[in-house]
């Protein structure tokens, strides 16, 4: 594990504490009264696997791909009943339908995975399983694959209810897509569909620092993306994850460094909006992303879940999560119990990737003034350079953004990469301490 996060980890937090993750789990999450509360579905299929992909998900077959999502729609009944355990389970098949007022508000449904779009036809069901217990208030969106572009799925996830799609480009020069294994995106076919059905968010992922890389050329991406009917892009840096075997060499620091602001100041420069530290958008009002909620509800493989003081993650096995569910458990295979200075911490990480953290609502949300918890960080923040602040509200600079960049890189390293590498080789692991 890196030095940095730790001695980071160890004075943000106050403590000598590692983060300790146990199989140890709630039968009944409790999220009723949580505000900001974000929903999230994971569908771990695709129809090829991407050597740099560290996500969770296995090779696209119908027949699984619906057994999986039969057994989805169970876990959010029993979450929505409070079920999930052995005899209760059976009782929620019974259960109540919630009426109008009981549904709990959410802000949104994000599906990601793998590749939802593949389950287009099942996204509808999934949909009206959760609408029985929640009432989304911001939208969902669905990734897709660029194969998946055409104007049938793209009607099929329409009629679903979808609101907000994200198509993952990768790249539109095609010695990268050869870099990472993909291939070409056909511009124009993508430009005529998306003319033809239409929807309120429609984002391109991009990844950055691939060797070789220029201004240039993701210039010409972020232009072609707009061209092509994007109103929201994302550019991800580049992470080479230890499982992962594409053998893509790294981008030295620097030259990330001077990409990654050359990139922003020119979606600046164009008025766009950045949305999150990798995110910009035509407009205010246009979102694309699940992370930064205070507390999200994760269902499916790999899902995580955030709540008031703790947080937990899904089995990364199909089969397995196939079986807990069976047997009426809910499928969480980890927890940690956060102390007040972990979710203290772990809340300004993920607010601070919207770029900006507003100290009224870390006050709203833990009952005690940021400056009173952080005051001397605030200071030397503001005084390096990284942040401004304004009516309490403290914004990052592009110094700020760098550096924030640079810590997340650290901290996919040294705790994601690691969880998920646990979490691949065993669907239900003892314990995990990061
Ligand atoms: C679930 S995929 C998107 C949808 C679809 N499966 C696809 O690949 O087109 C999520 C996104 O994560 C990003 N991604 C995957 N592996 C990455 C890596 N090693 N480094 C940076 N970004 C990565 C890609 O931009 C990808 O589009
Ligand atoms: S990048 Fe997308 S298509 Fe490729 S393996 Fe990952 S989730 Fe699947």
Request: glycine residues 6%; contains cysteine.
């Amino acid at each position: 594990m890196s030095l940095i996060t730790t001695l980071t980890r160890n004075y943000l937090t106050r403590s000598f504490k590692p983060f300790i993750f146990t199989n140890a789990y709630d039968a009944v999450l409790d999220y009723e009264n949580l505000q900001n509360l974000g929903l999230y579905i994971h569908i771990p299929f695709c129809k090829s696997i991407c050597s740099f992909c560290p996500y969770c998900k296995e090779l696209y077959t119908p027949e699984k791909c619906n057994t999986y999502i039969d057994y989805l729609i169970k876990e959010i009944q029993m979450v929505a009943d409070g079920a999930g355990q052995g005899a209760q389970a059976e009782n929620s098949a019974q259960a109540p339908q919630k009426g109008e007022d009981a549904r709990k508000e959410v802000t949104s449904l994000y599906f990601g995975g793998g590749t939802p779009a593949l389950a287009h036809n099942r996204l509808g069901e999934i949909i009206a399983a959760v609408n029985e217990h929640f009432i989304v208030t911001e939208g969902i969106g669905v990734e897709l694959h660029p194969d998946n572009v055409t104007p049938e799925i793209l009607a099929s996830l329409k009629k679903a209810g979808v609101t907000k799609i994200s198509i993952g480009i990768q790249s539109f020069q095609e010695k990268y897509q050869t870099v990472l294994g993909r291939k070409a995106v056909d511009a124009a076919q993508l430009k005529d569909v998306l003319g033809r059905v239409q929807f309120e968010t429609v984002s391109f992922d991009f990844i950055f620092a691939l060797p070789g890389q220029t201004y240039d050329e993701l210039k010409s991406d972020i232009d072609m993306a707009f061209e092509c009917g994007a109103n929201h892009i994302a550019i991800y840096p580049f992470i080479d994850f230890s499982f992962a075997t594409s053998g893509i060499p790294v981008m030295k620091k620097n030259e990330k460094r001077r990409l990654l602001d050359d990139i922003t100041n020119y979606c600046l420069d164009r008025g766009f909006v950045r949305s999150s530290i990798w995110t910009f958008s035509k407009g205010e009002n246009i979102r694309y992303s699940s992370m930064t909620r205070d507390n999200f509800l994760g269902f499916g493989c790999s899902a995580t879940t955030l709540l008031k003081d703790s947080f937990k993650i899904n089995t990364f096995s199909v089969d397995e999560y196939i079986k807990r569910i069976q047997a009426g458990s809910l499928p969480t295979a980890l927890t940690i119990r956060f102390t007040l200075r972990q979710r203290m911490m772990y809340y300004l990480f993920w607010t601070a990737y919207s770029t900006q953290v507003d100290s009224a609502q870390f006050e709203q949300f833990f009952g005690v003034p940021l400056k009173k918890k952080y005051g001397f960080e605030a200071r030397l923040a503001k005084f390096f350079g990284f942040v401004t602040e304004a009516g309490g509200i403290y914004k990052m600079t592009l110094k700020g953004a760098f550096f924030y960049h640079y810590y997340e890189n650290y901290y996919t390293l040294s705790y994601i990469d690691k969880m998920w590498n646990c979490m691949r080789k065993t669907a239900f692991p003892k314990g995990l301490k990061l």
